[in-house]
């Protein structure tokens, strides 16, 4: 049997936690992405783990046998970066990314040093059409 996931729902407030980070600008960048995912999503955001803000959850099963749930659609205020946990693997997404602006692409997320380098209207078609399509995929 696999172990459980180790990163879960907790009870910290993701408002307070966005309140508390170091700098002014993380600090706006965040209280943003906090209303943007909120009205696109319907969902009330969640802390996943320490750093992760998530709204929805989804069931997965990766192709090695673990499964387990994620948040839909988060993000997560990194020093570096700001963290967004998107759909990425499909041809809307793609096009997306084309208009979004300056990010980087990992595995399970997009990289963006700001919100200053990237289109809002852009980001909110992106973070509609992941909700849109993860649902009840198991994926996202």
């Known amino acids: 049997m696999a172990d459980a996931p180790k990163t879960q729902p ?7 936690y966005c309140a508390a980070l170091p700098t002014a600008r993380r600090r706006e960048e965040s209280a943003r ?3 943007l995912f909120g009205e696109v999503t319907g969902e009330r955001p969640v802390m996943w783990g320490p750093s992760i803000i998530g709204f929805g959850e989804t069931a997965y099963e990766n192709p090695g046998g673990s499964s387990g749930t994620w948040p839909r659609v988060g993000f997560s205020p990194r020093k570096a970066a700001l963290s967004l946990h998107v759909l990425q693997d499909n041809a809307r997404t793609a096009e997306l990314l084309e208009r979004l602006g300056k990010h ?5 997320c997009l990289y963006v040093n700001g919100l200053k380098d990237v289109d809002e209207d852009v980001l909110r078609e992106l973070v509609a059409h992941s909700w849109e399509a993860s649902a009840g995929t198991g994926t996202c």
């Open 10 to 16: 907790t009870d910290e407030d993701p408002v307070a």
């Open 33 to 35: 992405l906090l209303e």
């Open 104 to 108: 980087r692409r990992a595995v399970a």
